[in-house]
Nanobody, 126 residues
Framework: QLQLVESGGGLVQPGGSLRLSCAAS????????IGWFRQAPGKEREGVSCISSGGGRTNYAYSVKGRFTISRDNAKNTVYLQMNSLKPEDTAVYYCVAARILGGCHQLLGHEYDYWGQGTQVTVST
């Protein structure tokens, strides 16, 4: 059973940066497309970014495009989300998600991802 553990969240001022990490265990990430979703209280869950199993394809929500970068290191079984120029509206719990598929990351649809981490809180102050 694949397990995902996020880390790197915290409190940051607007304009600041954070790097989230998603450490996987139980299976090699070579077989998985990986995504990041976020959810704030009272708001819909939002797909933030994804990366294909081989790392050759990425997608981003328009709201974060140009500010966030997703990457993966399959040798370390870890996926990262570099978040720059953070805004208060980026405040949310961020979840690392995985879909057992070769390739993938054609869309950011939550139901495609079977494995979810516990989430890490990102708070961007005003």
């Amino acid at each position: 059973q694949l397990q995902l553990v996020e880390s790197g969240g915290g409190l940051v001022q607007p304009g600041g940066s954070l790097r989230l990490s998603c450490a996987a265990s139980g299976s090699t990430l070579d077989y998985f497309a990986i995504g990041w979703f976020r959810q704030a209280p009272g708001k819909e869950r939002e797909g933030v970014s994804c990366i294909s199993s081989g790392g050759g394809r990425t997608n981003y929500a328009y709201s974060v495009k140009g500010r966030f970068t997703i990457s993966r290191d399959n040798a370390k079984n870890t996926v990262y989300l570099q978040m720059n120029s953070l805004k208060p509206e980026d405040t949310a719990v961020y979840y690392c998600v995985a879909a057992r598929i070769l390739g993938g990351c054609h869309q950011l649809l939550g139901h495609e991802y079977d494995y979810w981490g516990q989430g890490t809180q990102v708070t961007v102050s005003t």
